[in-house]
């Protein structure tokens, strides 16, 4: 079965420009000949950070996120700035939030978190060799550092405690990449 699924872009409009992201209209073309209309969030898309010790613990951060009214605990992670490396924003994200440097980070992948609707790609990683350092957080960013052992963050997103889409996927990954 090989069935046509592509869909043809008739018109766009920009309905919203934000910081940190844009809202498109736009009209499509399906497959059958109808049309209908898509809303795509246009975002510059982010990387994720697994920052594993030498003594399998990882460095999380805890921080409030306004949309759930809650705070979540989740791997280090940000948005790429404009043209920056996906590596780069993976570095500068680990050493802005947790104050680690790393001597490698090996890259775990990418994810579309939300595929239905945002353009948003997050490129994982996971970095070890890590070196202490001071935190240098972004002025409106307000968040705690939490080193937990790796296994009990493996069973917290099995018991439901850790809801974050790119810090499940990162964990399960390297669980996965460790174990063979």
């Known amino acids: 079965m090989n069935t046509n699924t592509t869909e043809k872009t008739i018109s766009s409009e920009t309905v ?3 910081r940190i992201l844009n809202l498109i209209k736009d009209q499509v073309e399906l497959p ?4 209908a209309d898509r809303e795509v969030v246009e975002h510059s898309g982010g990387v ?3 920052p594993l010790t030498d003594c399998d613990m990882v460095v999380m951060v805890k921080q409030f996120r306004y949309p759930f009214k809650e ?6 992670a940000g948005k790429r700035e404009h043209g920056e490396e996906p590596l780069e924003c993976g570095k500068r994200e680990l050493l802005e939030e947790t104050g680690y440097t790393a001597k490698k980070l090996d890259y775990l992948g990418k994810m579309y978190p939300t595929p239905a609707y945002c353009t948003e790609v997050i490129h994982m ?3 070890r060799g890590l070196c202490e350092g001071e935190t240098n957080l972004d002025q409106d960013e ?5 080193k937990l052992p790796f296994d009990k963050v ?3 997103i099995f018991r439901n405690e850790i809801s974050d889409a790119k810090t499940q996927l990162a964990m399960l990954k ?4 460790l174990n063979n």
């Open 154 to 156: 493996i069973d917290m």
């Open 16 to 18: 919203y420009n934000g």
């Open 142 to 146: 307000f968040l705690d550092v939490v």
């Open 71 to 76: 705070p979540l605990l989740e791997l280090p």
């Open 32 to 35: 059958n000949g109808n049309s």
């Open 174 to 177: 390297t669980k996965i990449l």
């Open 48 to 50: 994720c950070v697994l």
């Open 125 to 127: 990683y996971l970095a």
